[in-house]
């Protein structure tokens, strides 16, 4: 696309400012009453007339010294600065975060108060358009700027957040393979909603239905100002389609559910698991806000009746409620909605079912799931005990992002972001798996759509990481270790068996730590790096052997040498000693004593003397490294604790002897 140029820049000769005004003023005027309305397309391309320039946004780019020009020169400033805001804050509801950048990026020198938050948003579209560093340096900078006494700030710090979350995932991408449906299941509009029932697939649809010749005209009007605008019905209608064979094949042929009721939009079915009934989301146009409710149908899994409103345990007037759930075991409704008593605009909620078909009263699920943003689009797997959702709310990619938490409905674990690519820098919504394990299902996504979500397909892969664990003295399998595997998002844990195997999948390939223990043996830890792993689909480790130890048994640091009447170590004696630092590396809470011993040459004062040195100095080798001082004490033994005779009955000299006696040894004090 070429850049958007301007075509007429603010015609300043004395006899057209009178004409350009009252052309700026109407068009400003119509854009509004749009804006009013919700239609943010019709307004920005009204705003775009009110400004004079192309309809083109895509890939516009703001000529050199237009906004100097207008302060300058514009007999207007307030209408031009007015349409530059309303212009980009429209395309940035359309979800138009490319065109919008450029219009916030005037808009956030505005100095009426009014505009302060153009900086915020001119951050917000830099993230969505996945320039993070950017848009890091511009929520500081609105920080810096903004001093208002509201939420914005806070917004902004969790933005920044995100936007360093994003910098990390897409360095280190789970691993994801993904694929958008290309055939009549993304056609026009909004496609969103998957939901795969034994051989059917179901899904939303905001596409074009027929509405008459020509299409109804719409008169909108501004009560105030009188004005009015007339436009042709929408066309664009959502409604639930239902999809025969298979979803990913390119001739998948797709056709409604139900008919077309005038007023009525429908999204969002779920369904009972005895197969009886269907849920779903309707709404009618009432003012300037849509009412949603969540409705029943009765059927037989071919016709269905009429959709029917639940009561108050769901549905409560003048509020939202929208995207149910049913769980498989047919215990629980999950919806969205923001009724009273929730943390913020859209929270989740469940209703218990009961056996007659009778609900109780809606259950806020709490703060730890819910935020002051808004929750949506549910999935619990009854199974497994884990529930995805999407939320707005937290640390993420940008928009909503999938998050996942264990529990049963009266406690949850803190939800975990399921990073990138699951998650992209826009909205990311209702998941549908194909397999009880969910490693393969659906999504909703927009990640690569200028302004709506469209339908992919998503698989998990996974790095196979396995090996066994042995006694290092026997070299046989240590059965009732417990192995750990952790990485920068999640800790897996299993116990191995007789043959010491333990084996896990991970759905990742970013730097991880494998740590081996069991009673009375030292912990074994083991790290690799992000690129020993992406060389890799399975990782082995033949042997991870742990040492066994009693506390305050001396365990002989072999080859621990000195130079003659020295207490310095060599590099050999380094190398050995590495190695008890990985010991105290890989158990950080261990306690040792680190102890010297001499054979009997020379008088009891000057080898005490040396061994108290040489273990002094195995202890500042350690603290050189980074173990802390007060995990480790250093005493010498001189020739006081012989574990050999330093010379034979006959009283010659036991060379032997007394290479043994000349020793270092560690005993573990505390573990």
Known sequence: MKPLRILLLLCLFSSGIKAQSSYVSSNKKIADLYFKNKDYYAA??????????????????????????????????ADYEYCVFQLASSLRFYKDYRAAEAWYALAKNFTEPGYALSGFYYAECLRSNQKFQEAIAAFQDFMNKYKTADSSRDKAKIEIASCNFALYE????????????????????????????????????????????GGKDEVLEDKQTKLKAVKKESP???????????????????????????????????????GRLMYLTSWTAKGNRKILTVNISEGNGATWSAPKELGAEVNINGFNAMQPFVTKDGRYLIFSSDRPGGLGKYDLWYCTLRADGSMSQAINMGNTINTKEDEQAPYYNYKTRKLLYSSAGKVGIGGLDFYESEGDFADWTEPRNLGYP?????????????NDADTEGYISSDRESVCCLEIFHVKK?????????????????????????????QELRMTVGMDGKYTFRINSNRALKITAEKHDYLKKMLSYNYDELAKADTLVNA????????????????????????AELNPGS?????????LLTDNPTMEIELSAHTDNVGTKNYNQGLSDKRARSCVDYLISKGIPAERMKSKG????????????????????????????EFKVTKI
């Open 461 to 489: 892969e996974f790095l196979t990481v396995q090996g066994t664990v042995l006694d290092c003295q026997t070299d046989k399998p240590l059965n009732g270790a417990v192995v750990t595997l952790s990485d920068s998002s």
């Open 236 to 274: 664009y209608i959502n409604a639930i389609y239902e999809a025969s064979g298979n979803p990913q094949d390119a001739g998948t042929v797709v056709k409604r559910i139900g008919a077309v009721e005038t007023g009525k939009e429908f999204a969002a079915p779920a369904f009972h698991p005895n």
């Open 170 to 213: 897409m360095r280190y991408p789970r691993l994801y393979r993904f694929s958008k449906l290309f055939n009549q299941i993304n056609d026009k509009g909004s496609n969103y909603t998957p939901l795969q029932l034994n051989n059917n697939f179901y899904f939303t649809s905001s596409r074009p239905v027929a509405i008459g010749k």
């Open 44 to 77: 920005a391309e009204y705003y775009k007339r009110a400004l004079q320039i192309s309809s083109d946004t895509v890939g516009f780019v703001v000529p050199y010294a237009f906004e100097n020009k207008m302060q300058s020169e514009s007999p207007k400033l």
């Open 637 to 664: 033994y001189g020739f006081s604790k012989p574990v050999a005779p330093n010379k034979f009955p006959n009283g010659k000299d036991n060379f032997l002897g007394r290479q043994q006696n000349r020793r270092t």
């Open 574 to 582: 380094e190398r050995i000693l590495d190695q008890l630092y990985a």
């Open 543 to 566: 042997k991870l052997c742990l040492k066994p130890f009693t506390i305050g048994k001396p365990v002989v640091l072999k080859d621990i040498l000195y130079d003659f009447n020295s």
């Open 422 to 434: 699951f998650n992209s820098s826009k909205d990311d919504a209702y998941f549908t798996p194909l």
